[in-house]
């Protein structure tokens, strides 16, 4: 009768594999993007001061790029609103030294 195989004689196929931060840190592309995010996480959290906030919870941080900032919104309710505020999420932006040329707002679809 053989002896049941034990869990710990088991080792991965592939020697130090490395994290996912590591792996991120060590890639220009991720790396990049990683610190994009970061930047529009970072525009989101300035301009939820100057969102009601009702309003707050349907709005996520979206893509920052060269041309703008997207938020993504609920539903075209928000949108609206939004567009309403659009000069006062800009003056919180620059209130906290972030330089965005542009808010875009996309309504999200399920």
Do not use: Y
Request: hydrophobic share 45%.
């Amino acid at each position: 009768m053989r002896s049941p195989r034990r869990l710990d004689l088991f080792r991965p196929s592939v020697a130090d594999v490395p994290g996912v931060k590591t792996a991120l840190d060590g890639s220009e592309p991720l790396a990049s993007l990683m610190q994009r995010l970061r930047a529009s996480q970072k525009c989101l959290e300035a301009v939820r001061s100057v969102l009601p906030a009702g309003l707050a919870l349907h709005v996520q941080a979206g893509p920052l790029d060269d041309e703008g900032w997207t938020l993504l919104v609920a539903n075209a309710a928000v949108s609206s609103k939004l567009r309403q505020l659009q000069p006062r999420l800009m003056e919180a932006l620059l209130q906290k030294g972030l330089k965005v040329n542009a808010i875009r707002l996309r309504v999200q679809t399920p």
